[in-house]
């Protein structure tokens, strides 16, 4: 299947960064007031998610799914969940930070989530990239100002950290102490990053 695209209505400024991320093929679930970015992103709407209570509910031709204003879910957590049921394995989530906090830390956790679903998820930003890492190594090239791993999941050891600037060996990191961030790749290395027993949340920042 092709990859879903959820787009929230989190804060975009540069939108030809974040739409290089995007493919023809992509199937694009926009949230609410998400409908604020259809237009700079270019890519058109498969299916609206939303209660409407920040964006008035469209009237174009494309599946709609309203909510209540009162639920459990957030609008972003109910699209992913709706696009699981419909097959996706494989998420891309935009428009996610920015504004209020308590909606940016819930779409954060989203990853964990899709990670907890065994679904491949990435959320991107301006500058910003973000993703889930556990046993498999992975592979961080130089091409970015720092990266960070941040303990989210409760349980984060046997981490290991290979050319690096701050490296680590069969490591902890807790949630009460974020030992992973700001690291930076050696220049013309590529980092490796591995966890034995849990996962992290992996960022990686391409620009101040």
Not at 26 to 46: I, M
Not at 79 to 93: N, T
Request: charge should be negative; aromatic fraction near 8%; hydrophobic fraction near 40%.
């Amino acid at each position: 299947m092709p990859r879903c695209v959820i787009v929230a209505g989190g804060e975009i400024s540069d939108y030809a960064h974040v739409r290089s991320y995007l493919k023809a093929e992509d199937y694009v679930v926009y949230c609410d007031c998400g409908l604020r970015h259809l237009a700079h992103l270019n890519a058109k709407a498969d299916l609206v998610v939303g209660d409407f209570d920040s964006f008035e509910k469209p009237s174009i031709d494309v599946e709609v799914i309203a909510l209540p204003r009162e639920k459990d879910d957030t609008d972003s957590l109910y699209a992913i969940k709706e696009c699981l049921c419909r097959g996706y394995d494989e998420f891309l989530l935009v428009g996610m930070l920015g504004g209020r906090v308590d909606h940016s830390l819930a779409n954060i956790y989203c990853l964990l989530f899709l990670y907890e679903k065994n679904c491949s998820a990435m959320l991107v930003s301006d500058t910003q990239e973000m993703w889930m890492v556990e046993k498999d190594i992975c592979y961080i090239d130089d091409n970015c100002k720092y990266f960070s791993l941040v303990n989210i999941s409760g349980i984060a050891r046997g981490i290991t950290i290979r050319n690096a600037k701050y490296e680590l060996e069969n490591a902890e990191i807790q949630s009460s102490f974020q030992l992973g961030i700001s690291n930076e790749v050696l220049l013309g290395k590529t980092a490796e990053v591995s966890v034995q027993e849990g996962c992290v949340l992996l960022i990686r920042t391409l620009t101040e």
